[in-house]
Structures are given as structure tokens and as C-alpha cells.
């Protein structure tokens, strides 16, 4: 079926449930992880994290965390909420060295900013420097 990745699938107060549980495919933590701080209870429950700059407040704690996660033996994926080309840019730093991409949020708007990351298929590009302004 190709499934490399199966993301948060019990909600966050009920995902002790999966500790030690068998799988043959990697659950990924999402709305259990939001800081550093939250890590250690995720360890034998999720194979990787999910990091989003929404939810660790902006790109030092996002870098902090995909580290941290990484020295704990997380994988790491790096996701977004619905927000424009100039939220996603930053998060394009993070994802390089990512195991999974999903900065689709500015796809999932009526109308982007100019100027705009620039997508192609499964890819997306680096910002041009005027995005900044």
C-alpha cells in the first residue's frame, strides 16, 4: 500500500496506549510534541516527531527540538498549519535535513502573498530574498 508513516493517530491525552505496541509501520507524534520539554514521554509510544514552528513558537525551538529528538532516536518530519509563503520559509530551513516534508500550507490558501514559495509537483523551492520585504 506504500504507507511510510502513520501520524498521531490517537489524540494526545490517550497515546500511552502505544507504548511498546508492535508495528510494522512508524507512528510520528504531532500533537503530543510541542518543546524539547515533552520528549521524554513520547519514547517507547512514537518512532518520530513532527515538528511544526507553530507549535514550538518559532524556529529556535524548532531547531532545538529536531535535534534533541534526533539525539533520542526520533525521525523527524517537519509539518505545517495553514499559513502563508513568508510563515513556510523558515520552515524550509528545518526540513533539510528532514525524513518527511509537509509544508503544503500555503497551497491550501484561497491567495498567497507575493511573492510566493515556489511549489512544483512534490517540490517546493527555497524563497526568492524579496519575500522578506
Not at 506504500?2 to 509501520?25: F, K, N, Y
Not at 510563515?87 to 516534508?101: E, H, I, N, R
Request: glycine share 8%; proline share 8%.
Amino acid at each position: 500500500m506504500g504507507v511510510e508513516l502513520i501520524e498521531q493517530p490517537l489524540p494526545a491525552a490517550d497515546d500511552g496506549a502505544l507504548a511498546s505496541a508492535p508495528r510494522a509501520v512508524p507512528v510520528c507524534a504531532d500533537e503530543s510534541v510541542h518543546d524539547r520539554a515533552g520528549l521524554a514521554a513520547l519514547q517507547d509510544r512514537y518512532d518520530a516527531v513532527n515538528i511544526k514552528l507553530d507549535k514550538t513558537g518559532g524556529l529556535t525551538e524548532a531547531l532545538a527540538l529536531a535535534e534533541a529528538a534526533r539525539a533520542q532516536g526520533f525521525s523527524i518530519m517537519v509539518g505545517c498549519m495553514l499559513a502563508s509563503s513568508l510563515a513556510m520559509a523558515p520552515a524550509m530551513l528545518l526540513a533539510q535535513d528532514a525524513a518527511v516534508v509537509d509544508l503544503d500550507g500555503p497551497l491550501l490558501l484561497a491567495r498567497d502573498r507575493s511573492p510566493a514559495l515556489r511549489y512544483d509537483g512534490a517540490l517546493a523551492f527555497p524563497p526568492d530574498p524579496a519575500l522578506w520585504g
